[in-house]
């Protein structure tokens, strides 16, 4: 059973680009979460996608933005980027019975 | 609102010594999950244990065992025998619901280092 995927590992981007970063959640997990967790914090809750559609946001601007795909894959858009948004960005695999289960995570790099 | 206080930020012990990680949070709901996890330095949050408002058993899973206290809303985590490869951040995390499947608020976590 594979885990958590994110692609890709790192990334780099300079300021205003915009850049997508994608997840697969675990086998039979139909609600993905994405959290940004910046060098010596704990991860920040962005949003959560379930059935497509995003169910919670977190307090992050407009420039970040999601799909989910029918076979639960999910992605993150971030606009207009800004040199605050380099960061490690992680997804969560969530059960309908409550258990997060995370993937490697994406390093953003914002020159 | 609901909050995670992880007091202890960096914490070094010897190789075998126990060592106890605390955790404090804050929320209004009756009906909560909390969870730890740990970051090993390739990054990856590895998910340890979650735990229900109403379920206030500790838990001993190997070296590690946990104990919840509703009475001052604490869930704090002991390694016993600490091994080096205990060395990591510990995160202990919130989630406001009734499964706990949705948004998880973090503390800051302690970074653990187990010296050989």
């Known amino acids: 059973d594979a885990g958590v995927t994110q692609s890709p590992t790192h990334l780099i981007k300079t300021r205003g680009q915009q850049v997508t970063l994608r997840c697969s959640p675990k086998?039979?997990?139909?609600?993905v979460s994405w959290y940004q967790q910046a060098l010596g914090q704990g991860p920040q809750f962005i949003f959560q996608?379930?059935?497509?559609?995003?169910?919670q946001r977190g307090n992050f601007p407009d420039r970040f933005s999601g799909h989910q795909f029918p076979n639960y894959s999910s992605e993150l858009n971030v606009n207009a980027l800004l040199l605050g948004d380099s960061a490690l960005y992680l997804c969560?695999?969530?059960?309908?019975?409550?258990?997060?289960?995370f993937g490697p995570g994406t390093r953003l790099t914002v020159l | 609102a609901q909050k995670v206080t992880q007091a202890q930020t960096e914490i070094s012990v010897v190789e075998k010594e126990d060592v106890t990680l605390d955790c404090v949070y804050e929320?209004?709901?009756?009906?909560?999950?909390l969870f730890w996890y740990k970051q090993p330095p390739s990054g990856e949050l590895v998910f340890l244990i979650r735990?229900?408002?109403?379920?206030?058993q500790n838990e001993i899973s190997g070296r590690y065992s946990w104990n919840f206290q509703k009475s001052t809303s604490s869930f704090n985590f002991t390694i016993t025998a600490s091994q080096v490869v205990d060395s990591a951040v510990y995160f202990c995390?919130?989630?406001?619901?009734?499964?706990?499947?949705?948004?998880?608020?973090f503390g800051t976590g302690t970074r653990l280092t187990i010296i050989p």
């Open positions: 969560a695999s969530v059960t309908s019975g409550g258990y997060q289960f």
């Open positions: 086998s039979g997990h139909d609600t």
């Open positions: 996608y379930y059935e497509e559609e995003e169910r």
């Open positions: 929320t209004r709901d009756t009906t909560y999950y």
């Open positions: 735990r229900n408002s109403f379920d206030e």
């Open positions: 995390a919130l989630s406001e619901t009734n499964f706990g499947n949705e948004k998880l608020t």
